[in-house]
């Protein structure tokens, strides 16, 4: 069992930059591949980017390359996403989620996921 907890939403504007934190229970935090998620009002829950257990490898959606940073402290039990020249369209919550069978692109799917966090509010104005 895997407990998520996000942190740190808020509303800031056009072009700033905001980090968010998940921190996780358990002591099996370092086998899961992390990922983050978001939803917008009215859309379904898109894939965002997500980074394997060990850290080696991370993932991104086109939305956010370039602009967003997935990492994770194992000794934590802490994954991070750092992002930058947030745009209105990021308006979104964001859910972290911890996907134990990581293969090929099973990362991508919301559906693939085992354990997920309630979510923190980011609203960018523009």
């Known amino acids: 069992q895997v407990q998520l907890v996000e942190s740190g939403g808020g509303l800031v504007q056009a072009g700033d930059s905001l980090k968010l934190s998940c921190a996780a229970s358990?002591?099996?935090?370092?086998?899961?591949?992390m990922g983050w998620f978001r939803q917008a009002p009215g859309k379904e829950r898109e894939f965002v980017t997500a980074?394997?257990?060990?850290?080696?490898?991370?993932y991104y959606a086109d939305p956010a390359k370039g602009r967003f940073t997935i990492s994770r402290d194992n000794a934590k039990n802490t994954v991070f996403l750092e992002m930058s020249n947030l745009k209105p369209e990021d308006t979104a919550v964001y859910h972290c989620?911890?996907?134990?069978?990581?293969?090929?692109?099973?990362?991508?799917?919301?559906?693939?996921?085992?354990?997920w966090g309630q979510g923190t509010q980011v609203t960018v104005s523009s």
């Open positions: 358990g002591r099996t935090f370092s086998s899961y591949t």
């Open positions: 989620a911890a996907l134990r069978q990581y293969y090929s692109n099973s990362y991508m799917y919301a559906y693939n996921y085992d354990y």
């Open positions: 980074i394997t257990s060990s850290g080696g490898r991370t």
